[in-house]
């Protein structure tokens, strides 16, 4: 079993709808990160958090270290929302990252 | 700063010979990592750096593989000799030490065959 899943694996949503991916991890991390790569292939970070919510524009991540689990939100999504969106976490002590499979987002116009 | 720099973006090699890929990481970070990306196992660490010294190899495949950080601004990972298992797309990133979050290159897309 991976260390980090991530579902769904691809999504396929209409412009403006709101977008969900989740992320549930299985070992004792430091961070989680969500990243998102575009069909060109450039890795961006979006987010880095160890609790709570942050939110940037558009997008919204949130944690529960409880639960293990973590959430990636878009509200009124476009189709430059478009990308794989990767979940990734540090293991504690550690700055090593250890990646979900990634969710594949489509936004039709 | 223009970002993690990686070169060359794209590499086509016939297997057995060796492979160079460079990186020049963001001034000032004292992290460096190098990780592989294949469709079949998604991204995976390779191996990474703090201040110049190789911390965590334990991504690096087989003796094959080997990376160099010489000095704060420059990184190879070498492949000698190339298979064509070792097609992937290959990225470098860098961070502050404990900030944790990491700038990523734009890749080294390598074609063995």
């Known amino acids: 079993k991976n260390e980090v899943e991530q579902s769904p694996q691809n999504l396929t949503a209409q412009e403006g709808e709101f977008i969900t991916i989740n992320c549930s991890y299985s070992v004792g991390i430091s961070a989680l990160h969500w990243l998102q790569q575009h069909p060109g292939g450039g890795i961006v970070s979006l987010f880095m958090?160890?609790?709570g919510k942050k939110k940037h524009g558009r997008l919204i991540a949130t944690i529960n270290i409880q639960e293990k689990h973590s959430s990636l939100h878009i509200t009124a999504s476009h189709p430059r929302d478009s990308a794989v969106y990767i979940c990734?976490?540090?293991?504690?002590?550690?700055?090593?990252?250890?990646f979900g499979k990634g969710t594949k987002l489509t936004v039709n116009p | 700063d223009a970002g993690v720099i990686q070169s060359p973006r794209h590499e086509v090699t016939e297997m057995g010979q060796e492979v160079t890929l460079r990186c020049k990481p963001i001034s000032g970070h004292n992290s460096l990592f190098w990780y592989r990306q294949t469709m079949m196992r998604g991204l995976e660490l390779l191996i990474y750096?703090?201040?110049?010294?190789?911390?965590?190899d334990s991504g690096m495949p087989e003796d094959r593989f080997s990376a160099k950080m010489p000095n704060a601004s420059f990184s190879t990972l070498k492949i000698q000799p190339s298979e064509p298992r070792d097609s992937a797309v290959y990225f470098c990133?860098?961070?502050?030490?404990?900030?944790?979050?990491?700038?990523f290159g734009q890749g080294t897309r390598l074609t063995v065959v």
């Open positions: 958090l160890s609790s």
């Open positions: 990734a976490v540090s293991k504690g002590g550690s700055e090593k990252l250890v």
């Open positions: 990133a860098s961070s502050f030490y404990g900030a944790t979050e990491a700038f």
């Open positions: 750096f703090n201040n110049n010294v190789p911390i965590d």
